[in-house]
């Protein structure tokens, strides 16, 4: 087989993962399962959250698909897309981390980008956090982040129709 098709599963899969952890953000961490979510809103000393078993859900996702790929495991069953399918998830869940955790929670390491992308992607993520509980907000993906500008218009707009109470002004 081509290396291409399995190399098209690996980044259709990256790609596919964004819109995934955004419906789980607003639709799931943000809903019944605000209870694990809840301490990476609040300020905290820990190390650990329990918003960290979100990352076990990942994970167990992509090693259930290198299962289904794996003949080791399913024998002939194997189904070949799984283990392809199964490094795409992995690979957005390193790239999760590395922005997610890493820059703009800075949990691993200290860097504050001044332009770029990467300070939009600070930006927006900071937005998430403008809004006290679970109810509103925005910016729910992880990688792909909309202009911080239109951001503070929507939290603005949600402060205004009583949908969200800001823990800080998102207007400055």
């Given at each position: 087989m081509s290396v291409i098709v399995p190399a098209l599963i690996v980044i259709a899969t990256a790609v596919a993962m964004e819109g995934i952890a955004w419906a789980s953000h607003k639709y799931v961490m943000h809903?019944?399962?605000?209870?694990?979510?809840?301490?990476?809103h609040e300020p905290h000393g820990k190390v650990l959250e329990k918003n960290d078993r979100f990352a076990l859900v990942g994970a167990a996702l992509s090693i259930a698909m290198f299962a289904l790929g794996s003949p080791l495991v399913m024998g002939e069953g194997a189904w070949w897309p799984g283990t392809w399918i199964g490094l795409g998830v992995l690979i957005y869940g390193v790239i999760y981390t590395l922005v997610h955790d890493g820059l703009v929670h800075q949990r691993y390491?200290?860097?504050?980008?001044?332009?770029?992308?990467?300070?939009?992607?600070?930006?927006?993520?900071?937005?998430?956090?403008?809004?006290?509980?679970?109810?509103?907000?925005?910016?729910f993906g992880f990688v792909f982040a909309r202009d911080p500008a239109k951001l503070k218009a929507e939290l603005k707009r949600q402060r205004e129709a009583g949908l969200a109470t800001l823990r800080y002004s998102a207007e400055g």
């Open positions: 809903g019944f399962a605000w209870a694990w979510h809840r301490d990476h390491f200290r860097w504050v980008p001044k332009r770029g992308y990467a300070r939009r992607l600070v930006q927006a993520h900071k937005l998430h956090h403008a809004t006290l509980g679970k109810e509103g907000g925005v910016s």
